[in-house]
Every structure is written in structure tokens, then in C-alpha cells.
């Protein structure tokens, strides 16, 4: 079946940038969405459709993509950012969603 | 505003079976597919079952096939999740949520109830 990886953990210090990648094979051709998890929460979409935000969702958040690895890109990074960010896609082969494994980011 | 609220959870014994219920509010629940995930401790997101606006169509993951049963009530705003034959790779907090544009992504999420299966 379909897999997004996701590098286990990021780190970075305040106000500064975090990057957090998720790759999978013919990316460009599914649409990607991103999730925020923090402890002990539910998750919140951050990002849909590749690059766009919910409303709600500060601009410090933002979606890429660039062939076969999407990119969320937090800037300013504040500590209310620290928590898990997992990936998303529909694989249509399958006809079910598909997680990448999840990326704790710390905010040091 | 929409709020999805989880309901059923608890702790059962190998073998056993729980109903989980969804509830939600603040927008027009029969226009909308939902879906249930779960999380196990320490683990990642992982779909479990979903449904269609209808209920004339649904899906499994291949981890459940056969042992959950998932359907809906639109007049009561409600969304279930029939669990037999738990075991303890059932245990998990199971979440429901909305998808706005049919297979697509998920833009609301419930707070989530715990399952545990345990002797």
C-alpha cells in the first residue's frame, strides 16, 4: 500500500524556521494536507490542498510541494508550536487515507 | 459553531464489543462523509472505517474488516462504530471526523474517546 514518510523528529529554537517533510511516491499527482497534534489533543488541520490554510491558522504556518516530498514550513517558531505534525493524502489506488508516521517537533 | 463529540469508550475484555458513538452539531450533518481513526498509545494516526453522506457506501481498513461496522443516523446527527471481537491492538483513543469534498481531507475532528482491551 501507499507510504508518506515523515522524518521521526525536528528541532529548532524559538523564532526561528521549522521545516517538516513528507515524501511518497507520485506525490505531485495527490493532494497533501497536514495535521497538528499536541499532547494530549485531537488533531487540527493546519494545511489542505498542498498549501492552503484554514481559517484560523496563522500565516507562520505554510504548505509546499516539489515532486515527491511536500514541505510544512513553520517560521517565528513559538512554543505553542511544539507538538506532532503528521501528513496526509488520499491514495485513490487503495480508496483510503493515507498517514505518514508523524514528526515531533520540539521547540528547544 | 460544529463540534464533534465522542461518546461509548471504555475498557472491555479480549473478545468483547463497544459501540461508539459521534455527535455532532453545528453544521448539516447529512451533506457530509465522516470517518473514524484511531491512535494508539504512543503510535501514529491510523483510518479505521468511513462512510458516506448517505450511508449507501463504506470502507475498512483491512485491521477491522469484518469485526467493526460503521453507519449513521442523520436524523439524530450521529455517527456509530459497532466494535466486535476486540483485541488488544484495538486499544486506542478513536477519534471521529468531517470530510468536507468526499475522500479528501479531514477539517474537524471530536476530542476523542479512550478503548481498552484488557483482561
Known amino acids: 500500500s501507499y507510504v508518506l514518510t515523515q522524518p521521526p523528529s525536528v528541532s529548532v529554537a524559538p523564532g526561528q524556521t521549522a521545516t517538516i517533510t513528507c515524501g511518497g511516491n507520485?506525490?505531485?499527482?495527490?493532494?497533501v494536507h497536514w495535521y497538528r497534534q499536541r499532547p494530549g489533543q485531537a488533531p487540527v488541520m493546519v494545511v489542505f490542498?498542498?498549501?492552503d490554510r484554514p481559517s484560523g491558522i496563522p500565516d507562520r504556518l505554510s504548505g509546499s510541494k516539489s515532486g515527491n516530498t511536500a514541505t510544512l514550513t513553520i517560521i517565528r517558531v513559538e512554543a505553542g508550536d511544539e507538538a506532532d505534525y503528521y501528513c496526509?493524502?488520499?491514495?485513490?489506488?487503495?480508496?483510503?487515507?493515507?498517514f505518514g508516521g508523524g514528526t515531533q517537533l520540539t521547540v528547544l | 459553531q460544529v463540534q464533534l463529540v465522542e461518546s461509548g469508550g471504555g475498557l472491555v475484555k479480549p473478545g468483547g464489543s463497544l459501540r461508539l458513538s459521534c455527535t455532532v452539531s453545528?453544521?448539516?450533518?447529512?451533506?457530509?462523509?465522516m470517518i473514524w481513526i484511531r491512535q494508539a498509545p504512543g503510535k501514529g494516526l491510523e483510518w479505521v472505517s468511513y462512510?458516506?453522506?448517505?450511508?449507501?457506501?463504506?470502507s475498512y481498513a483491512d485491521s477491522v474488516k469484518g469485526r467493526f461496522t460503521v453507519s449513521r443516523d442523520n436524523a439524530k446527527n450521529s455517527l456509530y462504530l459497532e466494535m466486535n471481537s476486540l483485541t488488544a491492538e484495538d486499544t486506542a483513543v478513536y477519534y471521529c471526523?468531517?470530510?468536507?469534498?468526499?475522500?479528501?481531507?479531514?477539517?474537524?475532528w471530536g476530542q476523542g474517546t479512550q478503548v481498552t482491551v484488557s483482561s
Open positions: 471526523a468531517r470530510d468536507p469534498e468526499v475522500t479528501a481531507f479531514f477539517d474537524y
Open positions: 453545528g453544521f448539516s450533518f447529512s451533506d457530509y462523509y
Open positions: 462512510i458516506s453522506s448517505s450511508s449507501s457506501y463504506t
Open positions: 507520485n506525490l505531485r499527482g495527490k493532494s
Open positions: 490542498d498542498d498549501r
Open positions: 496526509h493524502v488520499w491514495d485513490s489506488t487503495n480508496d483510503q487515507p493515507i
